[in-house]
């Protein structure tokens, strides 16, 4: 032997396989003055109400450890806001993001063996957490030809006894849609009586441009853990303040691996996030959506009259899927579009169910937007 | 049958059994006004200067997401005091507190069947972190007969073939005792060849009483991450932030547990850590340092000329360990102070070796802990 081998790192098995996702990709590739529809976050400030309690807290207050729980009193605003469930503060975590939120549940629900339903397309964390958690993933079509809604056949057959856990998102990244009260009523008639756990993905729940709020499938079903969190409809991404809440059982045991995991999220976010419950917060709500709105009208109008291509009409989130399937394959689009200092990210990168789609973020100025969608026409005309 | 039996939560394997740990029980069970000789995190403010960043990025700046990995500058400094591990910023990870980095550490080193050795005594989220990732704690005796110091036999013989960590914890939580250069070197030499990885954590780094600030085993053995932070030495507990460096090929995976688990932590916490690496932020830990030295003193003094019982001599950290064998049951003991309004925590929490003690933190000020030594006099002379 001429050298000696490099010695290999032995990579767990939960860990095995796993690769920098396809978004990371393209936002790497991204050149300097692009203008982005990938993002997944707001670009507005976090509101005023929320930074003056930040700085207050900072400057008056110590801010040690809370509980792993976190604040009592901010889990009580948490639970007040699902008074169907009928919960106390002690069924409530506040976690660090809704990311850990879903990271913990998972944790606590799932072991090796185990099946989690998802839905095709969603949010690409799913599948690696569940991972983490040693569950397997397996997907449900939201059908492309029913505008990415719900198909109660497609999820029904999904169902195997090792089901263990189903998660529900609404309104959905990357589709926009929400599930209407029938949709979640039809959800809780499969699911009833077999034990399967629903984990509802609610982290959008506060943006949504329907009449009504968009609905939780725990209104419905009881064997729900609820995910949320602050950082969508407060642009509060960064200070990573999330929760779950739900039956008590599964919260006790989600709480022992936030213990372990992360102690508490950060006490300042904790407290300042107590504004979000106030008239002056939910004003700072209210004003976002209404940003949120003109500029999914914006898009909606140009992306007809401008790039004449099909999207489907958001009813929450801040995104919309935009068919290019007539205009060949879809990464040579998004690289395209990234070669004209565009960012959109392809369909593909959520579930196979969107490829022929990119999902395009409203996460830009109105200027912005339609500087973006001019940038988009000359590349299509272009190609 | 006459009732419907209720279902059962079916608990995953890596979760069967946890506890509530005994140091909660004697928190929850503490009466108002009761003197804290029990805390793991520090009296003192924040320093201003980390307090002032905060404000000022929370006022002055955007604070959506950070890369995973952390800000790059803040991960440039956090290798820069490692120099000897040649690292880039690629190699480190900021964490939501020591505790994440622990865990992500430990998800990404372990699966089933591994076997990681842990100090006894020593912090309990140890064998907890290790059972959430499948693997078996292994416990290596710090024997009370040299001080709770480390003893290369008793290290030596707990290795099997099944070994894959051995977490080396320097200064120590319970014990205040830190690894002198021979013993990381003792250390560094039965470890080496083995490919077990040495997981160090050095979040009690900055508060030693020694001449030198405790060594690394990252000095002597190469296979090691370091686990670190500001929660102990810049009294920001609430704030979590902490780092995981070293081995690129594990940074590199535990990256993914962490991106999936808590995406980042705090930006405003990172942002504002910054001014840590700065004069202002050195002064703040020197200044705090002579705090803890001065507490330990007058600690020291008093536990020999009042209650006239030995303790060991802390090194680093904020605990002494008292032993209060000749006293009876420990258990017996900490209930009579907490009926005295002093809270204490029995050594036999952090392992069997240290029954027969108590972990007596000076996380008081000077006049709590004289009074609070008062207290446990009385205590101990009315029983």
Known sequence: MEAIEKEEFRVP??????????????????????????????????????????????????NGYTSHAGLPELRQHIVDDYPHLGLT???????????????CATMALCEEGDEVLVPNPAFPAYPAI???????????????????????????????????VAIILSPSNPTGRSLSRDDLKEIAGILEGTGIYAISDEIYKELYFTDERPASISEYYDKTLVVGGLSKNMSMTGWRMGWLLGVPEAIKRALVVHGYNTVCTSTITQKASLAYWTDAGKHAEDHC??????????????????????AFEPEGAFYTMMDVSSLGDEMDLVNKFLE?????????GFGDEAKGFLRISYCASEENIEEGIARMKKAINDR
């Open 289 to 310: 959506r209404e940003i949120w709105r003109r500029r999914k009208d914006l898009l909606m109008e140009l992306i007809e009259s401008e790039l004449r291509l099909p």
């Open 340 to 348: 004209n200092k565009v960012i959109t990210v392809n369909g593909s």
């Open 130 to 164: 569940n991972r983490l958690a040693g569950a397997e993933t397996v997907l449900y079509r939201l059908p492309k030809e029913k505008e990415f809604g719900f198909d109660a056949e497609e999820f029904e057959k999904q169902i195997t006894d090792k089901t263990r």
């Open 13 to 62: 098995r939960r860990l095995r396989g796993m690769q920098k996702s396809n978004i990371r990709q393209i936002f790497d590739a991204a050149l300097p003055g692009s203008i982005n529809f990938g993002l997944g976050q707001p670009d507005l400030s976090t509101p005023r109400c929320i930074r003056e309690e930040a700085v207050r807290v900072i400057q008056k207050e110590e």
């Open 89 to 103: 503060a002690d069924d409530c975590i506040v976690t660090v993001g809704s990311n850990e939120a879903l990271y």
